[in-house]
């Protein structure tokens, strides 16, 4: 048996969710300026379509 940590897509989701997490505190209030408010809110938006699609293909690269 494998354990759950030792597949890669897992390390990928959970990656991906740290960045969620950062970049939509960042978008919310932390990001100083309006500019990169804008940058962090649309890099939370590709943190949360990964984690989807790496939950979905179960594969970090994508199938790439």
Do not use: D, E, N
Not at 10 to 33: E, I, M, N, Q
Not at 39 to 57: D, E, K, P
């Amino acid at each position: 048996q494998s354990i759950g940590w030792a597949h890669p897509w897992l390390w990928a989701k959970l990656a991906g969710l740290v960045g969620y997490v950062v970049f939509g505190s960042l978008a919310l209030r932390r990001a100083p300026t309006l500019r990169m408010r804008r940058a962090c809110l649309v890099l939370a938006l590709l943190s949360a379509g990964y984690l989807v699609a790496v939950a979905l293909s179960k594969s970090p690269s994508l199938g790439l």
